[in-house]
């Protein structure tokens, strides 16, 4: 089975409704996929709806944001009981600081001399988002002619350390980890920075985190093999993803997968 555990869809950052996520995941000969949107479930029951006739099968989860010294830790939770309180109130939470978040970047940014309102920002993100997030405000950037490509709003501009980014400010990321698991989800760290890692995982496993995604496609061959070295000696599992937002940016569902057998043991303590 080809499986790809990390996408987005309207509901926060993504180009793509959940409806056009599974019909895409299926286009690209995915066999197993999870919503994974940004402090937002409201993906997951329109993407399930629409595979239920389709050969794929999707899984409910989502990306808990967290800060660690101004920088931004992201951990998945996957099967998450969706009607959790911990987790119901982080997303009523995020959807409240995010907000407040992106009127700081974007005021940053008019400071720094460009025309941008936060209204263009709402243009941009389309009328089925929960949660706002840059993805939305490199693309209203290149709508207005201040970048050429989402990807140069980032590298110029909102990517972390850059004159506009401002941090999430919503949680540690141990607390990010103890909202999955009483949610009675697996956590695992989204795209974990090299020159973290050794410094966080030790507190992060002792909150119960469950394994590292390992497999990315910006992950070079010795970030893999590290990640799966420090998996099989930590007991962690490991999960692999594209973080696939938009078809703008090149890549199409499915040109990133993993097979199966390479995270079995997670999807296997996930009951699937």
Not at 106 to 130: I, R, S
Not at 213 to 237: A, N
């Amino acid at each position: 089975m080809r499986v790809d555990l990390h996408m987005h869809t309207t509901a926060s950052d993504g180009a793509w409704t959940p409806q056009a996520v599974v019909q895409g995941a299926v286009d690209g000969r995915l066999d197993v996929i999870a919503i994974t949107d940004h402090d937002t479930m409201a993906g997951y029951e329109p993407a399930a709806a629409a595979a239920e006739k389709l050969p794929i099968q999707v899984i409910r989860g989502i990306e808990v944001s967290s800060t660690h010294e101004g920088q931004d830790v992201h951990i998945l939770g996957y099967f998450v009981d969706p009607e959790s309180p911990v987790l119901i109130a982080h997303c009523a939470r995020a959807g409240n600081r995010r907000v407040e978040r992106m009127q700081e970047m974007v005021a940053k940014l008019v400071e720094g001399g460009l025309e941008v309102t936060y209204e263009d920002v709402l243009q941009a993100a389309g009328p089925d988002h929960v949660t706002i997030g840059r993805p939305h405000l490199a693309r209203a950037l290149v709508a207005l002619g201040h970048v050429s490509t989402v990807s140069g709003a980032f590298n110029s501009l909102i990517g972390d350390n850059h004159v506009a980014f401002v941090p999430t400010h919503l949680a540690s990321p141990v607390e990010a980890v103890g909202m999955i698991v009483e949610a009675g989800g697996i956590p695992i760290w989204a795209h974990p920075p090299g020159w973290l890692v050794d410094e966080l995982l030790p507190g992060l496993v002792g909150a119960g985190l469950g394994g590292l995604e390992v497999y990315r496609p910006s992950h070079r061959k010795h970030d893999v093999v590290r990640y799966e070295t420090i998996c099989r000696t930590g007991g962690l599992l490991m999960s692999g993803g594209s973080d696939w937002h938009t078809p703008f940016a090149g890549a199409s569902l499915g040109d990133f997968h993993v097979a199966a057998s390479e995270i079995e043991p997670l999807l296997s303590e996930g009951g699937f």
